[in-house]
T-cell receptor, first 117, second 113 residues
Framework: AQTVTQSQPEMSVQEAETVTLSCTYD???????LFWYKQPPSRQMILVIR??????QNATENRFSVNFQKAAKSFSLKISDSQLGDTAMYFC??????????????FGKGTLLTVNP | DSGVTQTPKHLITATGQRVTLRCSPR?????VYWYQQSLDQGLQFLIQ???????AKGNILERFSAQQFPDLHSELNLSSLELGDSALYFC????????????FGPGTRLLVL
């Protein structure tokens, strides 16, 4: 079974600064995807960024980027130029690929990020 | 807006009752997933349907059931409700070409009194 661990229950950052959220995972699989989802106060789950395990290049989406370290099973999210709208709970998630996969997501417990003005 | 719709947004009911939550996936998506988000359990996978057929079950109670209809919308039925079933229930969908990436609906907040 896969597990996802987010060791930082809460973090805060000043507006316009950079913050990094940590995520580690445990799996014996070789083919998988990792995701960061954002859940603002509205409670909507919003996909932020995704990374395929096969790709060595770290994914980037505008101000959001990841540091994917496959050997260390680490998948951190960096938010640059933080904005007040980035205030949300951030969830790291894992899904395995390959035969027999149903693509269900396994989530970490989340990190509550507060961006202060 | 993800394109996934869920109704109702809020539901308040009493213990022992039965409720039905509805989900319409994004246009063209064949897969529907149901997740439960509660304070003590976090986000947990319940069940998945693909093109009308059940594909996988997760931590779904026997009191809960689901189905996916020919028009691909899905319903999650929760019966004999208990206080502990109070949670946010999400539906997500993915398309056949990229099944690993799921897009979530706004959720249904269930409160059992």
């Amino acid at each position: 079974a896969q597990t996802v661990t987010q060791s930082q229950p809460e973090m805060s950052v000043q507006e316009a600064e950079t913050v990094t959220l940590s995520c580690t995972y445990d799996t014996s699989e070789n083919n998988y995807y990792l995701f960061w989802y954002k859940q603002p106060p509205s409670r909507q789950m919003i996909l932020v960024i995704r990374q395929e395990a096969y790709k060595q290049q770290n994914a980037t989406e505008n101000r959001f980027s990841v540091n994917f370290q496959k050997a260390a099973k680490s998948f951190s999210l960096k938010i640059s130029d933080s904005q007040l709208g980035d205030t949300a709970m951030y969830f790291c998630a894992f899904t395995r690929l390959g035969g027999g996969s149903n693509y269900k997501l396994t989530f970490g417990k989340g990190t509550l990020l507060t961006v202060n003005p | 807006d993800s394109g996934v719709t869920q109704t109702p947004k809020h539901l308040i009911t009493a213990t022992g009752q039965r409720v039905t939550l509805r989900c319409s996936p994004r246009s063209g998506d064949l897969s529907v997933y149901w997740y439960q988000q509660s304070l003590d359990q976090g986000l947990q996978f319940l069940i998945q349907y693909y093109n009308g057929e059940e594909r996988a079950k997760g931590n779904i109670l026997e009191r809960f059931s689901a189905q996916q209809f020919p028009d691909l919308h899905s319903e999650l039925n929760l019966s004999s409700l208990e206080l502990g079933d109070s949670a946010l229930y999400f539906c997500a969908s993915s398309d056949r070409q990229a099944q690993e990436t799921q897009y979530f609906g706004p959720g249904t907040r269930l409160l059992v009194l």
